[in-house]
């Protein structure tokens, strides 16, 4: 306490369960000089993202959900901050609120951070601000960058028309694709067969 200020602590049981209003109250010989709001509010939670993985070269959109995400009113900007362990060296990029519960923002570019030919993919710490403006290590989630997919060959190249042949797509970087069709057309003089 000095002239100029006074602190308190107040208990953790106020804000354990629940969003709760507090009163703060200066009182000066009984007579109540002036009272303040102050709110809790639950701690911010992210659940998960998607998509999980994205080009190195940033510029993908990531979605967001988060539990506890205050009101636009209480926290009307957000952003995204993309590290390595949230503390270090660090991106952070506006995040748009879509609505309660789902924030969207943008990958950043980190290709100097890829070394090519050795670095197939890179995992990140996604993390979104606190009403404090921090970023809190516990709610952080996974996004992996990785090299782009090439396609550089099939084999066989061709075969009798009555004959199923097995045919090989060979590349780069396809275990890094999250989901892979490989998607054939067959054209005749008068038909044109897809398969996937």
């Known amino acids: ?32 000089l002036r009272r303040f709001d102050f709110q809790f509010y639950l701690p911010l ?17 990531l979605f967001l959900q988060a539990v506890n995400l ?18 270090g060296s660090s991106y952070t990029l506006a995040a748009t609120r879509l609505n309660d519960t789902f924030v969207s923002c ?7 951070e890829f070394t090519p030919g050795t670095d197939s993919y890179k995992d990140i710490l996604v993390g979104l601000t606190e009403l404090d403006g921090t970023y809190s ?4 989630l996974k996004f992996t960058y990785q090299n782009k997919e090439t396609l550089v060959s099939i ?26 069709c490989v998607k054939a057309v067959f054209q ?4 044109e067969l897809i398969f996937n």
């Open 1 to 32: 306490m000095t002239s100029l200020s006074v602190t308190c602590e107040v208990p953790a049981f106020f804000y354990r369960n629940e969003t709760a209003q507090a009163y703060v109250s200066l009182v000066y010989e009984g007579i109540l």
């Open 45 to 61: 939670e992210l659940v998960s993202i998607y998509p999980r993985r994205g080009p190195y070269l940033g510029g993908t959109i």
């Open 70 to 87: 205050p009101l636009q009113s209480i926290q009307p900007s957000l952003s995204c901050r993309f590290s390595y362990d949230l503390e």
């Open 106 to 112: 943008l990958t950043p570019d980190i290709s100097t």
């Open 137 to 140: 290590l516990k709610q952080k």
């Open 155 to 180: 084999t066989p190249v061709n075969s009798f028309i009555d004959q199923k042949p097995y045919i090989t797509v060979t590349g780069t970087n396809f275990l890094n694709v999250a989901s892979l």
């Open 188 to 191: 005749s003089n008068q038909h």
